[in-house]
Every structure is written in C-alpha cells, then in structure tokens.
C-alpha cells in the first residue's frame, strides 16, 4: 500500500532490546502491507564513544578520518537491526550510506547530500524486501565515507523519503509528537496535532531537538510529508504524533503560537566601544566565519559619539575559539575599547505562524519577563518567532511563565488573540 | 628504500595509547625511508563484543550482516590510526577493504580474497603517503562486505603484500617470535630466529596461536617473505621476530625439531561399531561436511567381526553441532552401536622439517608421553609432524616433557639426532 521512510533515533536503538522492538514495529507496518524503508542512528552514546576515542589520539582529529570511525556507528545498528528482521521471518538487508550511494559533497563531518541512487533500493522493494539504512553518512565522488554531522539521520531519512517519493516520512524518537514546550520543564505541556512547516523549521532552529533542523528544511523543499512519533508507543498502539504540514491555508485554524522553544548551547559575546562605520559588521564577523564558527543571533545596538556596541550568539562548544580569534584580529581589523564573552545564557523562543497576522505577541513576552524581573539582553525577531537571550538561571522559570501567558496548555487554541 | 607491509593485531591496537604507539613504530620505519602500507585488527575485544550483540538477537544470525557489524571493528582502528599518523606530522590515509577493492568470494564469515586493485594505494605510496587498511574485510562483486574470518587480519597482510609484491610482511603480535612451545607453559621456551614455510603451516595448523594458517598458506602460495615481530619492543629497538624461510637447502641445517604445538579448542567424537563397509566414511561424514562443520583429525581403527570404530576431531564450537546432526543420519545414513563424545581432549604436535629424515621421533615422543602416564586416544601423522590427541587435564605437562625430551630448550639445535 503506502511506502514509507521510517527514521530510528539512537535512544530507540539504544540496547538489543530496544533494537528487538524496533524490529517488531517494522514487522508490525510490514503485515499492514505497507513497503519499507528504515534508516538508523547509532545506538545512543556510541557516536560519542568513537568521536572520544579519536579525540584521545588529537585536539583536532584529520576530519575525513572521523568520518571513517563515526560512520561505523550506524553500521552496526543497520546490520543488527536487519538481523533481528529476519529472526521474525521477515526478508530485509542492510546498506551503508555508500552502500545506496547517497552521494555527498566532500565536506567531511558536515557533508551534505548531493544525489540518491534509488535503483537498488526500489529493487529490493519491489521483492517485498525491508530496507535498512544507515543514517548520517554517505559517501562522496571520490568514495570517500563522509558523515551529515550531528542529528543527521534524520536528514537522511528525509533525503530517502523525498528520492523514493515516499508517501510519509514517519521520525521515531522518544517523546511522542512536538510539544508545545518541553514537558520536563512545563508540565502542562500539549502534544501538537499538527504543526506547519514553517513553525517546525522555527523550532527545530531555535532549539527544540525533536527534529534536526536541516532535515525539516530538506522535508518543506522536497514537500515530504513529515510525522513525529515515539518508538515507545505499544506496538500497535501507536500514537498519532504531529504531523508537519504545508497547507498555507490552514493557517488561519491554527494556533497564533503554537510553542515555546529554548537553547541552552550558546555563549553570547560583545565587542563594545567599536567605530560606527561601515563594514565594522564583516570586520569582526569575517574572522568568524573564517574560523568555521556558527554564529547566531547578532545584533547591533544604536552607537554613541561614533562608536558602538555590537553582539552576537555562537555554539557553547565554539565560545572560546571564537573569543581567540577575536583577540587576534582586534587592533588589526578593529578597534574595540572591550571584549566581554558570557557563556551562562539561554536563548527563549516564542514561535507560531499566527505572528504574521496579530500584533502585540512581543509586548506580552517582555512584559511577561519583566513581571517574573528576568533582564532581557538581546532580543532577535522573524516573521514567526520571537527569541531573548537572558540569564541561564532564568531559563525554566521563563519558559514556565511564557507557556502560561500564551495560554499553550489549553487544547485546541495556541494563545488567546491579543 | 624497501616497501613494506606492516600488520598489527588486535592487543596491538587495544588501547588508544597502544594505537599511539603503534603510529610511533610505523614513524620509525617511514623516517628510515621505507614505503609502508599498515593493516590492523579490531581493538582486542571489540569483535566479540559485536558479534556478541548479533548473538543477542539471533541464535544464527544472517550471515551477510553479521559482516556488515564484524567489519565496523576495523574500520574503527584505521581511522585512529591514521588520525594518530597524521598527529605526528606524516602523510596517512585509511581504506576499508571496500575502498581498496579487496574482492573475495561471497561466502560471508569466511570469505576468500580473489583479487586486490591495488592502482589505489599504489599512488598513496608513489605521493609518500602512508596507507593504512582494514586487515579481515573486503567486497564481493556484488557489494556486499565480506570477512575473512577469524586472523583474517593476517590474510589480508599478506595478500598485500603480494598484490603490491613487497619486499617483506611483518606480522607484528604481542610475542617477539615463533617459539619453540608457547613460553607460558614452557618456560625454557626458545625463539627460533628462522622457521621453514611447511614447518610454520604445521605449528599454526597445529593451534600456535601466532600465525592464522591461511595467512601462511597464502604466503607460501606467492613467496612472500613473512617475519613475526613484537609490537612490544622498544621502538627503535626492534628484535629480529622469526622469518618464515622458503629456502629448501637449508633444511638441513635447521633443527630437526622446530617446536611443539597444542590446541585446546577441538572435540573428539566416537561412532562406535559401525559396519566395515566401503563407503561408511563418507556416509558419518558427508552430513557433516553438508553443515559446514570443520574435521580436523580422523582415524579409523580395524575392525573386528564385520565392525570398526570411527574416531575425528572437530572445532569445540561446533561439537553439540556435530553431535546432533549424526544422531540425526544414524540409521538411516548409516547404523551405529553408539556415538560418544568428548570435549575435555587437546591435541600435541610435534613439528620439524627434520622428520623427513630421521626415524624413531615418533616413538621417543609416544615414550615420553607413556613415562608420564599420559594415555593417547588418536595419533595422527604427516610427513613433518606427529599430532596426538590426549586428554585435556594432561595438556601442559605433555607439552613440557616433549619439549624437554626433544632438547628444545637447547640453542641452535631444535633435538637431539635420534
């Protein structure tokens, strides 16, 4: 009947038990009639035992080596995952990312898909055969193994669904659907039914790991039809999770916000007291990005007497290369009275669809904040979301009160219109 | 200068500091000017703990992917390695046996190598790189991942070695050599500085553990000059290890005993009261053969009354195996008085090219064995050695007083002229 791409995250391949259950729930789509395809993670905490080892041997281990060892993750979990399919009788084989040719580019640790060959895959379907994949890695025009970097399966799962034309692309991970805030910190927390494209891409951008946010972009420009469920679910019983969806029109039945994401993984720093001229911006960004360092949000405040104060947000794991690196280039390609660095922020999203069409989302936010007394430091829009960065302390407390004074908890209705 | 073929095994690259070291003993030799290919093993342990995974899930599992897991412990070890290469500034870079094109035949699990491309590392090595390849993996034409089997790392080596005709192959281990008997039960134990092709297929056949015997095969098969070293010596103070020798007219120089081999891991089984008919061998051991179970002794003793009794020996592991397939065959295949079994036995070779030409070795060894009260259930001959199989309890002692009674433990002569 319906082919379907079902991804397995590295929780729910996490011990042979888990893997066992795995195979059960493909058997159990499997006698529904259904064709198809499954793509794995690692099982979970492996990917970091293998990077660890490398990094023992260097600070900076050569990078298409580490693809050799951190692809070998998946590889065991495709062909453990495939042996269990067969102890239920079922007829399935395994392929590695070079195995399909999922062609890549040469950007090791961060390679991105390039081409699938489909053809031995739909063969294999086509006999009535499980397809098993590894997830994350490829394999460039030279052979060369490469890998998607990190949450990359789920790109992967996605790259399949939309080469094979699947008709869904089923995410298994382990909380069942997309919630409207994380339910450790919020406990009233709402599963979404639905969620459209653009609000999960905000999201999943903004720090909500339920999907990887590369992958939600692959899925809205190829249209796949995109489902989150839990790998936890009774076989059987399986819990309609969220579906992302792309009807433009819905919209207006949707919640104005549908959630509230956060991201504890970034360090802000600040170049104060730099001149206000053009070309300032690329002057301390430039090195940055020179240096393969992701920055997030940036802003630039209003300057004082020709000078100014400019910030900006990088991955926690890249704050002190970052501030090094400006160090380094400060007095060459800039003046600056101060570098001030601050690694214990957090950044709070508010994000829904409903933004475009109501104003005044963002007057309640801060005057949410400001009534709990949470300093608000930087502040970064788009046509749906809202983020701040503030102290990290402040983090649950902030999310806790946003979801309550956006009214998430209540069913059916995201926020009350303002 | 001299290209060589390096091979290090699995306690050899056990640990990260062990792999470190490793890539410091592989600097020495590239500083000297050699052209170096490296193949390594899995770290010691890693491979059971995989094909322990698949176990989990399945009593037998699929062949195919069963290799596609064993192959990830490899891979694992070339980018560390590598990756350790390049920390001390050399020129490295990893193949998987895919990567290569190390093309065997498809019988996964125990695949035999059929060709190796070797235009790939050929061009490494002309570029003063360093290759470092996966020993115990290859592809079949197909595609898929094969392995070699257990000590296929040692096949691989030399099948390099070979293919890319290589001035000589060090198998590096944790021992400095082939000794006359293993050291941890005769502690007069000597290394033999040179031991001939036939007599090193017999000890490895035999169970020394040092050599895989298909890797001495392969080796005899193209001339490749083998040497066994220690990965353990001080770098830059490497012993001489023991090279395999094909040169017939030294024979006679050579000691006529060159060592005493044992192997714990068989069974004996015992079809007892068979007819004495021909064809009786081949119907107890077509079925046999039909299942994949390896024989390694056979004997067959006179009958009497139109009866005889059927002795053979096979792998421990595949013993309740061998069992149950007769007492499925018996009485249909063949009739039987009955089937007896025994896994507590082990098996004492005595080795040396020098048995060509000397009698009486064969009898002062059933002597010494009777002095000590060591009763022997099946004796088996080739044309250099002399193999018994005893009872287990009996092992070390045996092989301490053949040592001693051969005056193996004196240098330069292997035994005393009979």
């Known amino acids: 009947m319906a082919l379907i791409v079902q991804k397995y995250g590295g929780t729910s391949v996490g011990s042979v038990d888990r893997i ?3 195979a059960k729930r493909v058997a159990h789509f499997h006698r529904q009639g259904h064709r198809l395809v499954v793509v794995v993670s690692a099982m979970a905490g492996e990917t970091n035992r293998l990077l660890g080892l490398a990094r023992e041997l260097a600070a900076q281990p050569d990078p298409r080596e580490l693809d050799v060892v951190a692809a070998t993750g998946e590889q065991v979990t495709i062909g453990l995952l495939t042996i269990a399919l067969k102890e239920l009788g079922l007829d ?6 070079a195995q399909v040719r999922i062609l890549t580019d040469s950007a090791h640790t961060k390679a991105r898909i390039l081409d699938i060959d489909q053809a031995k895959l739909r063969g294999d379907l086509d006999a009535g055969r499980i397809v098993v994949v590894a997830g994350f890695q490829g394999i460039d025009a030279e052979g060369n193994v490469t890998t998607l970097g990190r949450g990359g399966s789920d790109t992967s799962g996605v790259a399949l669904a939309a080469a094979l034309g699947a008709d869904e692309c089923q995410i298994y991970t382990d909380v069942d659907g997309v919630y409207t805030a994380d339910p450790r910190i919020v406990p009233e927390a709402r599963r979404l039914d639905r969620i459209t494209f653009e609000e999960m891409l905000e999201l999943a951008s903004q720090g909500s790991k339920v999907l990887q946010i590369r992958s939600v972009e692959f899925a809205g420009k190829y249209m796949v039809r995109l489902r989150v469920l839990s790998s936890f679910d009774e076989v059987g019983a399986q819990g309609p999770g ?19 994401a956060f991201n504890r993984d970034e360090a802000k720093i600040s170049v104060m007291g730099v001149p206000d001229r053009p070309g300032i911006a690329y002057a301390i960004l430039g090195p940055i990005a ?10 630039q405040n209003i300057g004082a007497s020709g000078h100014t104060d400019f910030s900006f947000t990088v991955n926690r794991g890249e704050y002190r290369k970052a501030l090094e690196v400006l160090e380094a280039q400060r007095g060459k390609q800039f003046e600056a009275r101060e570098l001030i660095g601050d690694h214990r922020i957090a950044k709070v999203s508010v994000v829904g669809i409903g933004m475009r069409s109501h104003v005044g989302l963002a007057s309640r936010m801060f005057k949410t ?7 608000i430091q930087m502040i970064s829009t788009s046509e749906i979301k809202i983020a701040v960065v503030i102290d990290e302390k402040y983090l649950e407390l902030a999310v806790r009160v946003l979801h309550k004074a956006f009214e998430l908890e209540k069913d059916g209705s995201g926020a009350t219109q303002v």
Request: glycine share 6%; proline share 0%.
């Open 290 to 299: 020179e240096a393969n360092i992701d920055v997030d949000m940036i802003v």
């Open 20 to 22: 066992r259950n795995v």
């Open 242 to 260: 969220t579906l992302i969806t792309y009807e433009e029109d819905q919209a207006m039945e949707e919640a104005i916000i549908s959630g509230i």
């Open 92 to 97: 399935a084989k395994s392929y590695t990312g």
């Open 369 to 375: 904040l400001a009534d709990e007394g949470i300093n």
